[in-house]
Every structure is written in structure tokens, then in C-alpha cells.
């Protein structure tokens, strides 16, 4: 057991109030500790005056030494972080642990004017100081024998430079959303019965894929949005092909993406330029996972996403003919 959890244990040691167990380890430490030992006796003396009828008020004692011991323990701690421990004890704390014979005295006298005064409501106010007066002098002691280790001081960070390089990392982690690989996991949304009926429920007017480069459909979806001017379009085709329409203000820099995400090719759709992926495997935690064949590109405020199926099975001599169609 080390000088610390003793610390926390001993007003409850005094009281009483521990199992056999604790009771034996605390005091074999205090045996071979005289740094406890001479606490254990301070505060057991100080408990028993407090406990007198009438009380003891240690305020106006004690506030002094409280104060040069706090201000003695600031100075060991800031001296300590530059490397430097004192190379003595502080007085005052070996004075705090003499005053037992003053105390001692100091009961003597107040059991000998009176047995049945009530306590003072200054009872728990001294004990509190008290406790604070063992755990500083147990600090001090433990700071001068090396056994506490300063915190390190945390380093001084410029504000500019990790603003910029948040931005930094925000603006990398937008350009390799799965967005750029895959069409945006969103719940299916409501379900509509046809192209006509879904173009109605949203705000933009898109361009739809021929039915002649295109399979039949087989779930039209209008896409859960928090306006009216976010809404579009999910249609899942039977040969397992997705073709997502959503509208955005903004889209994202073309050569930036080209970039930052390898697995992603320019390609030209219909004079604009777009991104486009074969079906492949990618690394997703320790997992390397399918997705698959992908044309993204964006038009007149309306971001228009292709996608093959999951089997991998589709690609790009697929889709290019479908999106080339959407004019």
C-alpha cells in the first residue's frame, strides 16, 4: 500500500470503519513509514479534540501553517517541472506534526471543564482542514522523495497553423467520402409509382436515362430530404443497376478529387467532366470489401450518380452508355 491510498484511509482507520484486511496493511505501512506514522498521530490527536464537549477550534491555529505549507508545496511542484527537487524539508511541515504534544495538552485541559457541552458548528470545519493538512504534508513528503512525477507540461500549440491543418483534414476527408465511390446510403425514402410521380415531388427538373440504353424499373424512391429543394430520386433497375438524382448547391473540385482518391478516372459525359471507377475491392477497417462500378458527375445543380450492381458483375462498358443518354 503506498502513501496515497493510506492518505485517503486513515480518517476511517481512526474511526474504525475498515475491514481487518485494510486496517493490517495500513498499519504495517504507517510502521515502516515515519512519514505516515507521524501523520496517523496528528490527525488521531486532532479527532480526539475535536470530539471534546464544546469543541476545538483549530482555525485560527492552524490557518497559518495551512498557508505556508500550501505556498512551500506550490514552490516544490513548479521547482520540480524544471527538473529541480528541494534539497530539504520544509520546516513547517515537521512543525505541523510537532504540534501533537500541544494538542495532546489542549484536550487534557478542555475533558477537565466540561463533560456535556454539545459540539461546536465549527466541528467539521476543523476536521476538514485537518484532512487537508495530512494530505499536503504527505504530498510534500512524497515530492521530495521522488515518488510523485509532475505532470508534464502540455505544449504550446499555434492556433493558425492547426487551423490550417484541420481545415486541411476536413477538406480530405470530404474529397474520399463514400460518396466518390458509392451513392450515399440513404433510407429508401417513399416509395413512388413512377418517373412521373417522382420528378413531381421534387423541386429540380432532371434528365432521365433512355429507356432504350436502360432496363425496365423495378423501385422508384423520392429521397428523404430536410427541404423541398434537397429531395431526389432513387431508381433501382431489375438488372441491378441504380441511378441516384439529387440536387446541390455546391459540388466538389474535380482535379482536387482526381487527386485524393486514385481509384477514381476522369471520363467525359456529354461534354462535362465526371468520375468513374470500375468494380473493385477497397480497404474498409481490416476488411477489403466489393463496391462496385460507379459514374459520378454534376450538371445544372444536380448531382447524377450511376451505379452497377453489387455483384460486381456490371461495369463501365455498361453504365457509360446509359449516362451519355441522360441529355
Not at 476488411?287 to 456490371?314: C, F, H, N, S
Request: aromatic fraction near 6%; hydrophobic fraction near 35%.
Amino acid at each position: 500500500m503506498r502513501c496515497r491510498q493510506v492518505e485517503d484511509l486513515l480518517s476511517a482507520y481512526i474511526d474504525d470503519e475498515l475491514e481487518n484486511g485494510e486496517r493490517k496493511a495500513i498499519l504495517e505501512h504507517v510502521q515502516a513509514c515515519p512519514n505516515c506514522q507521524k501523520t496517523l498521530n496528528s490527525m488521531t490527536v486532532i479527532k480526539q479534540a475535536l470530539q471534546m464537549p464544546g469543541g476545538f477550534d483549530v482555525s485560527n491555529e492552524l490557518a497559518g501553517k495551512l498557508g505556508a505549507i500550501t505556498q512551500h508545496f506550490s514552490k516544490a511542484y513548479s521547482d520540480s517541472q524544471k527538473g529541480e527537487f528541494l534539497s530539504r524539508p520544509f520546516e513547517g511541515s515537521q512543525d505541523m506534526l510537532d504540534d501533537t504534544t500541544k494538542l495532546q495538552s489542549i484536550k487534557v485541559q478542555r475533558e477537565r471543564k466540561t463533560l456535556k457541552q454539545k459540539k461546536s458548528h465549527r466541528v467539521h470545519a476543523a476536521l476538514k482542514i485537518a484532512s487537508s493538512l495530512a494530505v499536503i504534508v504527505l504530498s510534500v513528503a512524497a515530492l521530495q522523495s521522488g515518488i510523485l512525477t509532475p505532470k508534464p507540461a502540455k505544449p504550446v500549440i499555434n492556433k493558425e497553423e492547426s487551423k490550417k491543418s484541420n481545415t486541411k483534414v476536413i477538406h480530405k476527408q470530404d474529397l474520399n467520402d463514400s460518396r466518390f465511390v458509392q451513392p450515399p446510403t440513404d433510407s429508401p425514402g417513399k416509395r413512388a409509382q413512377s418517373f412521373s410521380e417522382a420528378v413531381s415531388q421534387i423541386a429540380v427538373k432532371p434528365k432521365l436515362p433512355d429507356a432504350n440504353a436502360i432496363d425496365e424499373p423495378n423501385e422508384i424512391y423520392i429521397l428523404d430530404a430536410p427541404t423541398l429543394q434537397e429531395k431526389g430520386i432513387r431508381v433501382v433497375y431489375k438488372s441491378g443497376i441504380s441511378v441516384i438524382i439529387r440536387p446541390k448547391g455546391k459540388w466538389y473540385d474535380f482535379d482536387a478529387v482526381i487527386k485524393q482518391t486514385p481509384d477514381l478516372k476522369p471520363v467525359d459525359i456529354n461534354g462535362i467532366k465526371s468520375f468513374c471507377a470500375e468494380p473493385r475491392k477497397v480497404s474498409q477497417g481490416k476488411d477489403r470489401v466489393l463496391k462496385p462500378a460507379i459514374i459520378i458527375w454534376y450538371e445544372q445543380g444536380i448531382e447524377y450518380t450511376i451505379q452497377g450492381d453489387d455483384t460486381g458483375k456490371i461495369g463501365l462498358n455498361r453504365l457509360l452508355p446509359i449516362a451519355r443518354s441522360m441529355r
